[in-house]
């Protein structure tokens, strides 16, 4: 079973910064392309970003466009979400989910779990 992790949400501050990770446990991601979404409370899950997998092709939602930045390492199999400048709006649970490079849902097959990110003074 495929599985991915996310880890690095938690409290941010409005205006500050915060750096999410998503890794493989049991596979590699460096054949994948990788996505970013998030679910807001009471509201569908979003697409927000995508990376190809050599890391060269990177998409953005416009809601987090010029503020979150996607990357990966692939020697450390590891794919980043760098959050900067967090809006109140970006409150959610985080996934990350592999597959081909797409921004819709149903592209990707293999999920992680989420993690959450509250954004609160």
């Known amino acids: 079973q495929l599985q991915l992790v996310e880890s690095g949400g938690g409290v941010v501050q409005p205006g500050g910064s915060q750096r999410l990770s998503c890794t493989a446990s049991?596979?590699?991601?460096?054949?994948?392309?990788i996505g970013w979404f998030r679910q807001a409370p009471g509201k569908g899950r979003e697409w927000i970003s995508c990376?190809?997998?050599?890391?060269?092709?990177?998409t953005y939602a416009d809601s987090v466009k010029g503020r979150f930045t996607i990357s990966r390492d692939n020697a450390k199999n590891t794919v980043y979400l760098q959050m900067n400048s967090v809006k109140s709006e970006d409150i959610g649970l985080y996934y990350c989910?592999?597959?081909?490079?797409?921004?819709?849902?149903?592209?990707?097959?293999?999920w992680g779990q989420g993690t959450q990110v509250t954004v609160s003074s």
């Open positions: 990376i190809n997998s050599s890391g060269k092709i990177t």
């Open positions: 049991g596979f590699t991601l460096t054949i994948y392309a």
């Open positions: 989910a592999a597959n081909r490079y797409s921004t819709a849902l149903d592209a990707y097959d293999y």
